[in-house]
């Protein structure tokens, strides 16, 4: 049964801008795991990767409806790819629903499913 659904859409040039200024951004919605795998990328590869992630989680939080705050930090949410390199969502280090993460020039937007 699905219990929730969310989806959110983030301006490619919006992230890039904050990121070249500092840090912060990143550090604040990635995790650990997704910070090391955003370092190994090229810096246009780079604003897609924190982007995509961005509008994932923002996604989840509305799929779960908590948004993004004290009950539900950037930092609960994880997005890994399987052995195929297919997004999968985690909060809390459960696996938990469906992600799908898609970029244009301009935007990244992500759909999140969440099932009981």
């Known amino acids: 049964m699905i219990i929730g659904i969310g989806l959110d859409i983030v301006e490619l040039g919006r992230i890039r801008r904050i990121d070249a200024k500092s840090p912060k951004l990143r550090e604040r919605v990635l995790t650990a795991r997704e910070l090391a795998e955003y370092e190994d990328l090229s810096s246009a590869r780079k604003t897609e990767f924190l982007a995509g992630r ?3 989680k923002e996604a989840f939080g509305k799929a779960n409806g908590t ?12 997005i890994r790819k399987d ?3 297919k997004p ?4 809390q280090q459960q ?3 469906l992600v799908s ?5 301009e935007y990244a937007a992500a759909q999140v499913l969440l099932q009981s």
């Open 54 to 56: 961005f509008a994932a």
């Open 67 to 78: 948004g993004i705050g004290a009950s539900c930090s950037f930092q609960d949410i994880e």
């Open 101 to 105: 993460i898609t970029h244009t020039k």
């Open 83 to 85: 052995e195929k390199g």
């Open 88 to 91: 999968c969502l985690f909060y």
């Open 95 to 97: 696996e938990t629903g």
